[in-house]
């Protein structure tokens, strides 16, 4: 049986390592963190659990559900109402947005105000509609814009919406326009087949998306596999045209060398081409490190279950008073995720590694935490019992006018001088892959390397339909995901931000 290294204990690290096992080979996983999951880890502090960002189990890909279905038995799986709503100037607004919504929140006064903006924005549209801000000024307005896609999209990415590319509206804003809001408002029965609807519910396993990970972990352990944490790869040995041997260093500073016959990497690809041995060329070199990152952090706040009146899954906050990007209401996740009386609210935060926020002590961020929600007026600071924070880094590939010639570099470079290593998931292929579709790209993997198929991995998730929307699902195999969901980003703005906050690696 082949020796196989997986490096990486999240979704496509272990997926791998879990469909190993049923062709009868166990493999070797190391991962660099203290918990398996990756970025859908659930983290545990003192009894509480709380997600890094909230992660839905929904899925176009049949296989991927079915394969969730034989980690977890359907008794652990709850069925969760999805809602999600904007919070903007002290109210809660639908999202999408609908017409009868949105004027019961703003106000006729208010109300009127976006429709007359609209209304000129149909007379005298911006003339360049290939930006993210043009495209969405044009089907919405001005006041519209400003108040409700402005501030969170730029809390997101960084940088100026007017910066960034038209071809990913069409994607998270799909069909969807004020006069179609308003014309829904007034005829919902006829019209409201006319806007692409999102899913209105989704799967989520009562302790959180790390209880899959825990659970397909003792699986595959039970089954033979071995898993090693807090050791992080420094050295990809190779000769000959393959990948011989893996080096880790473990947290008591030692460094264990295993052999290798097939490599299964969901680390991130700029690392893995930088720890070859021997090092790759400098224009590879250059390649990888060209490729940049979003980072994240996450404020997790445990406060009496009456302060928290809504019952949202998540809110996006559109306020420029508040840093906060997004807060996430575990205990409307699932009640398993809290304790009798109590809540747990997960600020997002969305940052760069290095900067100022990034290197802020523990304390200092719960009482942004604290600030921000007494900001919005949702908690008083007094009502937060306690605080915790988790800092995840390359929480999302970067995706600029570079990142396409980056990545294919790498990918020539692996292909012709390691072909049995196999880059997978979100990171391990700097791409913006949802839970399910790094799942998916190890699957096949898996039967790349077992059975010689010849699935292109790097065709799992193409399509350019929005993920959340509604479609007929196919149970056919096919490498299509559930729709990309990332903008390219001008570099340049990048770089300029990461500089202004501090950050010395670009």
Same mark, same amino acid.
């Given at each position: ?43 545990? $502090? ?21 394969? /969730? ?9 709850? &069925?969760?109402? +999805? ?48 930006? #993210?801000?043009?495209? &969405? ?5 001005? $006041? ?57 519910? *989704?799967?989520?396993?009562? #302790?959180?998306?790390?209880? !899959? ?15 090693? !944490?807090?050791?992080?790869?420094? $050295? ?21 060398? +295993? ?34 990152? +979003?980072? *994240? ?18 809110? #996006? ?15 409307? /996740?699932?009640?398993? !995720? ?10 997002? #935060? ?157």
């Amino acid at each position: 049986m082949p020796e196989v290294v997986v490096i990486g204990a999240g979704p496509a690290g272990l997926t791998a390592a879990f469909q190993l096992h049923k062709y009868g080979v166990a493999s070797t996983i190391v991962e660099a963190d203290d918990a398996v999951g990756g970025i859908s880890r659930t983290a545990q $502090r003192d009894g509480w659990r709380f997600d890094l960002g909230g992660h839905r189990f929904f899925t176009k890909v049949q296989e991927v559900e079915d394969l /969730w279905h034989e980690i977890l038995p359907d008794e652990d799986f709850l &069925l969760r109402p +999805r809602k999600s709503r904007i919070y903007y100037d002290g109210k809660f607004i639908d999202y999408p947005l609908r017409g009868t919504n949105l004027l019961r929140s703003v106000g006729l006064v208010e109300g009127f105000g976006y429709v007359a903006s609209y209304a000129w924005a149909r007379i005298r549209p911006p003339k360049d509609q290939t930006n #993210y801000e043009g495209w &969405l000024v044009a089907r919405f307005g001005w $006041r519209l814009y400003n108040a409700f896609f402005k501030t969170y999209t730029e809390k997101v990415w960084g940088v100026p919406v007017s910066s960034m590319p038209a071809d990913w509206a069409a994607q998270r804003v799909k069909e969807l326009s004020l006069g179609k809001a308003i014309v829904n408002a007034v005829l919902p029965r006829r019209n409201q087949t006319d806007i692409t609807s999102l899913i209105e519910e *989704f799967q989520y396993p009562k #302790y959180g998306p790390g209880m !899959m990970w825990e659970v397909c972990r003792d699986k595959v352990v039970a089954r033979g596999s071995k898993v090693h !944490m807090n050791e992080k790869v420094v $050295r990809v040995r190779h000769a000959d045209g393959a990948a011989t041997e893996v080096t880790t260093l473990g947290a008591d500073g030692s460094e264990i060398t +295993r052999p290798a016959d097939h490599v299964i990497s969901s680390m991130p690809i700029s690392e893995l081409l930088k720890a070859m041995d021997p090092p790759v060329p400098d224009d590879v070199q250059r390649a990888a490190e060209d490729l940049s990152y +979003r980072d *994240f952090l996450t404020v997790a706040l445990v406060v009496p279950e009456r302060a928290v009146p809504w019952n949202d899954n998540w809110i #996006y906050v559109h306020d420029k008073g508040a840093e906060v990007g997004r807060i996430q209401n575990f205990g409307s /996740w699932s009640p398993y !995720m809290v304790k009798e009386g109590r809540n747990v609210l997960g600020l997002e #935060y969305f940052v760069f590694e290095g900067d100022r926020m990034w290197n802020s002590a523990d304390e200092d961020l719960v009482e942004l935490g604290k600030r921000d929600l007494a900001t919005l007026g949702l908690v008083e600071p007094s009502d937060v019992e306690t605080g915790y924070v988790v800092r995840v880094p390359k929480a999302y590939p970067t995706y600029d006018e570079r990142y396409r010639a980056n990545v294919a570099v790498l990918r020539e470079w692996l292909e012709r001088h390691t072909p049995n290593v196999h880059p997978v998931g979100r990171n391990g292929m700097f791409r913006y892959n949802n839970q399910d579709h790094s799942m998916f790209t190890a699957m096949l993997t898996v039967e790349n390397i077992m059975t010689g198929s010849g699935h292109d991995i790097w065709e799992v998730n193409v399509e350019e339909e929005y993920h959340e929307t509604l479609s007929e699902t196919s149970t056919r195999r096919t490498p299509a995901g559930t729709g990309r969901d990332a903008p390219v980003l001008p570099r340049a703005e990048v770089d300029a931000v990461r500089t202004e906050r501090g950050v010395d690696d670009v």
